[in-house]
């Protein structure tokens, strides 16, 4: 694990970078801060977490990290013991941890409930989206207090590792780590949609899947929205999906959720 940090004294902000090997965006944008060196006005440690991962291109070593968490210091996993390391390190810090996915091109992020850290960082930072896991966050670093997650694209893209570096200069100006007057002309300048998370869209064995919705928009009752060679999936009642994906997932399609509300810039 790598830690390095801006600013002088003792940081109660964090970026966590490569909590999976496959996903670069989070490194890039914390080496891009790095090579900026901005001046601060309160400190801010930047966390690349899974580093044996990312040096062989792996999601994980023998656990997934992201559902590893509180650790245990003997684990007999490298990520078992890497959890209580990074847990330690973000214990009393409000958090941003970078992922990227295989299903969702744009930016949104997720957060365990929409409490008062979402509620602040969230319209600061360029999504249109927040999604509330509902606290189905077991093992995930989201359960701990303060900690926003984004997904910032497609896995292994430029885009994901462009979006990363704003997502992480939003979240620095949100927490009073960078200067607010340097916001980007139309940052916050959307309310954000949140959505609760609801259910996982399971995906039966075949040789084609298809799908037929587009995330974050509604699916009416009666509404095919995915296809499993001739077999289509058809919804009882509406809902908003959440990477809704061909193949991003081997097992599911994706997850079904509710639109509960917005978060004013």
Not at 56 to 69: G, I, S, T
Not at 160 to 176: C, H, I, P, Q, W
Request: net charge negative; proline share 6%; aromatic share 8%.
């Amino acid at each position: 694990m790598r830690i390095e940090q801006l600013g002088e004294g003792t940081p109660e902000v964090a970026v966590v970078a490569a909590i999976h090997g496959d996903e670069p965006c989070g490194v890039h944008a914390v080496e891009r801060l790095l090579a900026d060196d901005p001046e601060t006005e309160r400190p801010v440690k930047f966390i690349v977490a899974n580093e044996l991962a990312l040096e062989r291109e792996v999601r994980y070593v023998d656990e997934d990290l992201n559902r590893a968490f509180p650790g245990d210091p003997d684990a007999d996993t490298h990520e078992g013991r890497l959890a209580t390391d990074l847990a330690r390190e973000v214990r009393d810090c409000t958090t941003l941890a970078l992922h990227s996915t295989q299903s969702y091109g744009e930016p949104f992020a997720v957060t365990d409930e929409v409490g008062a850290v979402a509620r602040t960082v969230c319209p600061h930072l360029p999504i249109s989206e927040l999604v509330d896991t509902q606290n189905d966050t077991d093992g995930r670093l989201i359960e701990y207090p303060h900690t926003v997650e984004v997904e910032c694209g497609y896995q292994g893209s430029t885009e994901a590792a462009e979006n990363a570096v704003e997502l992480t200069r939003g979240f620095l100006r949100a927490t009073g780590v960078l200067p607010a007057g340097e916001s980007l002309p139309d940052e916050g300048a959307d309310p954000v949609e949140v959505f609760r998370l609801d259910s996982r869209i399971s995906k039966s064995p075949a040789t084609e899947y298809e799908v037929f919705a587009e995330n974050f928009e509604r699916v009416e009752g009666g509404e095919a929205f995915a296809a499993a060679d001739d077999r289509r999936l058809v919804a009882d009642e509406p809902f908003y999906p959440i990477l809704l994906s061909a193949y991003g997932y081997e097992d599911i399609f994706g997850y079904r959720s509710d639109r509960i509300g917005v978060l004013e810039g």
